[in-house]
C-alpha cells in the first residue's frame, strides 16, 4: 500500500530486510554484505584489485593521498603523499563527484575499477598556486599482506616482520619471509618482532 510505488525496489528491498534480520543479533562480528560491498570485501582479502595504487585518508578533513603505492598508476603519475583529491570523474561510469564530504568507503568504489579504465582526479597540492587534473588508467594492484627487515638492537640482529592483513597472499608471502629470515639469520640473530598494530584482520585461519 506505498504511496509512491516508483520507489519500491525488490531487491533493495530484499537485501534490507536480511540486513534488518543479522542485526537484530545484536553481534558486531555478523554481519550482511550486499553483492556489491561482498565483492569488495573479496577484493581486499586477496589483496589484488583493479585501481590506481593510493592509500587514502584525510588532511584536515579534505580526502587525501596518505601513499601512492611504489610501482601502480598513482606513483608513476607523480601523485605524493599529501596531495588533496577535490574531484573524481569517471566519464564511463557517469562518476563526476565533488569529494566534499565524502566517506572513505564511496571514495574507494568510485576510484577501484576495470582495469584498463581510467579516472580522473582533481588534486591540490601544497605550494602549487592552481588544481590539477591527473587521468590514471586503473591497473591490477596488489597489496603485500606484510613486509620485513631487519633492525639493530643491543648488537643484535632482530627481524621486524609487519604484518598488515591476514589476505590470501599472506599463504605465500609467510612462508617466503620465514624462510628468508632461517637463511639471513647469523650468530648475531636475537629474534623476531611481530608487528600486528593497525591490522584489521582478515581470514581466520
Do not use: C, H
Request: hydrophobic residues 35%; without cysteine; glycine residues 10%.
Amino acid at each position: 500500500k506505498y504511496l509512491d510505488k516508483s520507489k519500491l525496489n525488490a531487491k533493495e528491498m530484499e537485501y534490507g530486510a536480511i540486513e534488518g534480520m543479522v542485526s537484530s543479533l545484536d553481534d558486531p562480528y555478523t554481519v550482511y554484505l550486499s553483492p556489491e560491498d561482498n565483492k569488495s570485501a573479496n577484493e581486499d582479502l586477496a589483496g589484488t584489485f583493479g585501481g590506481v595504487g593510493i592509500s587514502l585518508g584525510y588532511k584536515e578533513k579534505t580526502l587525501a593521498v596518505m601513499t601512492p603505492l611504489p610501482k601502480t598508476p598513482a606513483a608513476n603519475a607523480g601523485i605524493l603523499a599529501g596531495d588533496l583529491i577535490l574531484k573524481i570523474t569517471d566519464k564511463k561510469n557517469n562518476v563526476d563527484r565533488d569529494t566534499t564530504g565524502i566517506g572513505l568507503d564511496e571514495a574507494v568504489k568510485l576510484i577501484r575499477g576495470e582495469i584498463g579504465t581510467e579516472v580522473t582526479l582533481k588534486l591540490y597540492r601544497e605550494g602549487e598556486k592552481e588544481t590539477f587534473d591527473v587521468t590514471l588508467k586503473r591497473d591490477n594492484i596488489v597489496v603485500p599482506s606484510l613486509e620485513m627487515e631487519w633492525i639493530a638492537r643491543g648488537g643484535k640482529k632482530i627481524a621486524w616482520v609487519k604484518l598488515y592483513k591476514f589476505s590470501d597472499l599472506i599463504y605465500t608471502e609467510w612462508p617466503e619471509t620465514v624462510a628468508k629470515i632461517i637463511k639471513e639469520k647469523d650468530a648475531n640473530y636475537g629474534g623476531i618482532i611481530l608487528d600486528l598494530r593497525n591490522n584489521p584482520g582478515g581470514f581466520l585461519q
